[in-house]
């Protein structure tokens, strides 16, 4: 792991000291390999904890709606800054209050592919850790590059978009088609498509760790936690879980930046991110819009214009 | 004394007799299921990611059905209590405890909850001494081990090319009677006790957990809560993967005249949890949650049942998102109980 660089440490104190932010959010050493943790740095000497590695994988900009009206700053990576930019663009945040350090971001080391090499199921990794471009785990190397998540590999945004003081080295954004992974499971029959859907919800247990994980979640009462009426009930049942999951999906549509939080977050290795990312895919094809890149642009969905519908009967 | 190359036969005369759960293999999960076939058992392994607690204690069930045919209110089914007799193999020694403490709750106490009770009853409890502890693991911070018998009906061993299989309930020595295997020779019982002893050398030191409770007594109002919730996110895993959670909560499905009154896992980390009929809650915030978490299992638990509601299976610590450790909670509170802030 390593501590953040000087200048980058000085800035972050002076912003604390100063009073221009009262709480800074970015990452520090946990006690499991390959997953940093959270830190929330209040005192200027404390800004030494925080580090930067290829285990920082949480979206820090997660936490962003719990401290709104606060001067908060902290770390973002390319896919982070794009959440800012959703917050920003629906009016949660105001930027004046922000201090963002964004960092260029390689790629974050997906725990489950290193134990897959192994052999060994992902608890079982007792000793690994990011060097540089290498993972080092029960003393085997790998190359970083094979071993991060399917969302960072199909990152086309390295470097965050938003920010006040950069770090790091750009790292340069590789051509190829980011929805493969989309293309390949509209390829299939309606039939196939559900099999895919309910078998990987088959694992569900309805924790809510992807929404509670994910940055543009942040609704104040959602709708799985309303008792009248009733939307969803909590229970592991098929029916429970994909309703759940095909509405929170709907709800995120032109909204979902892809940072892919949810399905680093699920304890049980759900792929959320392609059905996610299919809505993406679609808003991306039917708008033109990508979402978490202009803080000015109104997103498709809570727009409307007159005679914008194909259908004649339609206003 | 069983052989290796026995096991199968041993798993096979089990499910004559039994429903048999043990750890399997979907996809890159090992999690406790029924078995369909002998084969299918997993005892090569450190731990499931999900606790067992579910085969006693569904994560959904239905208590009730009823119907309400135009404008009677009759009609009201009992479901049928199920008690297949079942055994459980191959369950860690930290789990196995969890059942002793799930009793207590669940068939011990003023209150009996026949659902569970009923399972209980017809369950057997094969546990399998712990020879990899992971990094994670704190079974020793709780006066227990790797190879704590208690809560077992029969505890197994590594012994090279054999378990060795110690009958130690009744019921548990009854079933052992049954199944007619060897004594255990000289020679294995030195090679268990061998790997028994490299097995605690794994352990890593932990601080005994006993004794908190007395400090927690003092730490209600404490600033400590706000500072441990801080990047909680509020999910349910660390309490479904949990081997001793067993909040629930119970809600009335009724579509048209058909209903069904369900009991689901509930989690003390939900905006949900405790939420009154009226809107109110009187655990209105994330630090409020953890401090009933905390206080559950470290202080309400041992002082009403007499048992901590963690057994230290570390299971919490590798899933939880963004990696708020058990562990040091429970350092800060110690902490937060030498100098409490009491406001």
């Not at chain 1, 285990?55 to 982070?80: A, R």
């Not at chain 1, 085997?140 to 945004?157: G, K, P, S």
């Not at chain 2, 730490?219 to 349910?236: D, M, T």
């Not at chain 2, 401090?291 to 049942?305: D, I």
Request: charged content about 25%; hydrophobic content about 40%; some cysteine.
């Amino acid at each position: 792991m390593n501590a953040l660089p000087q200048t980058i440490r000085e800035t972050i104190a002076r912003w604390l000291s100063a009073g221009e932010i009262e709480l800074f959010i970015g990452w520090e050493a946990g006690t499991i390999p390959l997953r940093a943790t959270p830190a929330f740095i209040r005192k200027a000497e404390e800004v030494e904890r925080l580090i930067w590695d290829a285990t920082c994988e949480n979206n820090l900009v997660n936490f962003l709606p719990k401290y709104k009206g606060k001067k908060v700053g902290l770390m973002v990576k390319g896919c982070d800054a794009r959440a800012v930019v959703g917050l920003l663009q629906e009016g949660q945040m105001i930027r004046e209050n922000l201090r963002i350090v964004g960092v260029s971001c390689p790629g974050v080391v997906d725990p489950r592919k290193v134990a897959r090499r192994l052999g060994i199921p992902v608890e079982d990794l007792d000793e690994a850790q990011a060097e540089g471009d290498e993972v080092v785990a029960n003393g085997q190397r790998f190359l970083l590059a094979e071993v991060i998540y399917d969302v960072c590999a199909d990152c086309r945004q390295h470097n965050p978009n938003i920010y006040d003081v950069a770090m790091g080295e750009e790292v340069a954004d590789p051509a190829g088609d980011p929805f493969a992974h989309v293309r390949a499971m509209e390829a299939l029959s309606a039939e196939e498509r559900w099999a895919r859907f309910a078998g990987e919800l088959q694992r569900c247990n309805l924790c809510y760790a992807c929404r509670n994980a994910c940055p543009l979640c942040y609704c104040n009462v959602c709708f799985a936690d309303r008792t009248m009426p009733r939307w969803v009930y909590q229970s592991d049942r098929p029916e429970d879980v994909q309703f759940y999951q095909i509405m929170r999906t709907f709800h995120l549509a032109g909204r979902c930046v892809g940072c892919g939080a949810c399905t680093r977050a699920c304890p049980q290795g759900i792929n959320l991110r392609l059905f996610l990312d299919k809505l993406r895919l679609d808003v991306q094809e039917l708008y033109g819009y990508v979402a978490g890149t202009d803080p000015n642009a109104k997103p498709p969905l809570t727009t409307y214009r007159e005679k914008e519908d194909y259908n004649d009967f339609v206003l | 004394m069983l052989t290796k190359d026995r096991l199968s036969a041993f798993v096979e005369a089990l499910m004559r007799r039994y429903r048999v759960f043990a750890p399997v293999r979907r996809a890159e999960e090992l999690r406790f299921e029924a078995l369909s076939s002998a084969d299918e058992a997993v005892l090569d392994y450190r731990n499931t990611l999900k606790a067992p607690k579910g085969i006693l204690l569904p994560q959904t069930e239905c208590l009730i059905r009823f119907q309400r045919p135009l404008d009677q209110f009759n009609a009201v089914d009992a479901v049928p209590l199920e008690a297949a007799p079942t055994v459980i193999l191959g369950v860690r020694p930290c789990d196995a405890r969890s059942f002793l403490m799930l009793d207590r709750v669940f068939c011990q106490g003023k209150y009996t909850d026949p659902y569970y009770k009923a399972r209980r009853e017809a369950t057997w409890i094969i546990s399998l001494a712990c020879d990899h502890p992971r990094p994670t693991c704190f079974c020793h911070a709780f006066e227990s081990g790797p190879y704590d018998s208690a809560g077992a009906d029969i505890l197994m061993r590594e012994a090279g090319d054999a378990y060795l299989l110690q009958a130690v309930s009744d019921r548990g020595a009854q079933l052992l009677e049954g199944l007619n295997l060897p004594a255990a020779d000289v020679a294995h019982l030195a090679q268990a006790e061998e790997i028994e002893a490299q097995a605690r050398a794994r352990l890593r030191e932990v601080t005994p957990v006993k004794g908190i409770e007395e400090g927690l007594d003092h730490l209600f109002e404490s600033k400590v809560w706000q500072e441990i919730a801080e990047k909680c996110i509020a999910c349910g895993t660390c309490t479904y993967i949990c081997p001793e959670c067993h909040c629930f909560n119970i809600e009335d499905r009724v579509l048209l005249s058909r209903g069904e009154r369900v009991r689901s896992w509930d989690a003390c980390m939900y905006s949900t949890f405790t939420l009154h009929a009226s809107g109110h809650n009187p655990r209105p915030d994330q630090a409020s949650r953890w401090r009933q978490r905390v206080m559950h299992k470290f202080n309400y638990l041992p002082r009403n049942v007499g048992l901590y509601g963690c057994v230290g299976c570390g299971r919490c610590v590798l899933a939880c998102p963004v990696r708020l450790d058990i562990r040091q909670v429970l350092q800060r509170v110690r902490e937060a109980c030498a100098a409490p802030d009491r406001v």
